[in-house]
């Protein structure tokens, strides 16, 4: 009898935790959760177009590599787009918001937009007109970091913040199938018509183009069919825009004037103010959290390839391994994110994913020592990006509840720019790094980049959730 009790009574907890688990994996059930796999894929298809595969278009049609390094300079229209943030949080797009909604008009506005550039790159030969490649290229990145502004406000609108994780990973999902789409896709694309592979062909990169511009339909239908989050005024932001129209008002400012001041200040000033003003001398603790969580993997990223060429990899085993299988276990380690982070909580899940993240570089060290060898690269890629795949899950979702559902975009896309800058002009230096120390003290030194970032992390999860924030 009391065997057969303390059996029932070990199982008890956990058959419950089984359901809990199960209740956990049923996020990803959720339609809202479901469609961001496909918005995520038409986020992720026009960086490479703009960025990588270009490159690689523009070196084939004989253009000179420092010209396509000053090209890579159109790629900061991602690091600035909370300049024009504010315009897709407040400014109405004719006939579009009326029938679509304010994030849905501006998600489709940009969508169309990346198919023009995208038909237009597509039917200029950079070999006979580089200026209207330039031109091409430009509004392909300004209407994918629109549509990138647009989702992520979107995101964080659509649902509650204990699904936002799982919203994080099959968005980064969908924008890594999109990856491998314009990266191994167009190149095949391109192999495939090309009937001269030794030399250079306009028409089949006309074709692989096309054909990315026609995947961007997933994304228009997948905008036509989602349901526009529920909007209802902020009462903080309706008050502090009342007390902006009166004091300019006391300032003799009337009618149109007044107007597009007070409208100008709003979307402009106030989403900044009011992040500062909701967490007060915390906000510096975020920032710093913020612009150091991701810089582990961003720093050490920069030199991998030139690592895998080091070793003596061969093109076929580094795209195999690190293009295919890594985009995977990225995705894999994004869906495991959202469910930690459904299951713990987001600081418990974005502590992990920082230990993982630096921790994982050190297993690059190891593989420098031992040189060319598939099965250790096969596990060190593994382990890494699984690890990245579940931080970036974890720091969506908590970059997501920082947000105030007034002025989700620009806050939003101030957080992702302030994310970049420090790791990007850190990476800079690495090659420096590496010709000075060697591989190894450089991963070792990216591991070590990490370490405060642990730190930020546990102190960031001491702090009171202020009121106003986004929890939607």
Known sequence: MLETKDNSAAGLPRKHRVHSWLAAFRVYRDPRVVGMLFLGFSSGLPLLLVLGTLS???????????????????????????????????LPLPLLTRFL?????????????????????????????????????LALALASATQD?????????????????????TYQAGYRFAMIAAGAG????????????HDYDFRSWHVAYLAMAGCMLVGIATTLLTREPAWSPNPVAAQEATEVHAWLSG??????????????????????????RRFGWQAALILALIATYRISDIVMGVMSNSFYVDMGYTKVEVATVSKIYGVAMTIAGAALGGLLTARMGVMRSLMLGAVLSAATNLLFVRLAGLGHDLPALIGTVSADNLASGLASSAFVAYLSGLTNSAYSATQYALFSSVMLLLPKFLAGFSGDFVDAYGYADFFTATASLGVPVIGLVWLAGRLRQPNGVNHA
């Open 149 to 169: 502004t647009a989702l992520d406000a979107y995101r964080i609108e659509a649902i509650e913040q204990d699904k936002q994780g799982a919203m994080a990973a």
């Open 186 to 197: 167009v190149l095949w694309i391109a192999s495939s018509v090309d009937n001269t592979p």
């Open 56 to 90: 690689f278009w523009l070196r084939e049609a004989g253009v000179a590599r420092a010209t396509i390094g000053h090209m890579s300079w159109i790629g900061l229209a991602y690091g600035v787009k909370w300049l024009w943030a504010p315009l897709v949080d407040r």
């Open 101 to 137: 909604g304010r994030r849905r008009a501006w998600l489709l506005f940009a969508q169309i937009g990346i198919i023009a550039a995208l038909v237009g790159m597509a039917n200029t030969d950079p070999a006979a007109d580089f200026r209207s490649m330039i031109v091409f290229a």
């Open 251 to 276: 300032k003799g400012l009337r009618g149109r004037k007044l107007a597009a001041s007070a409208w100008l200040y709003n979307a402009i000033l106030s989403p900044f103010m009011d992040f500062a």
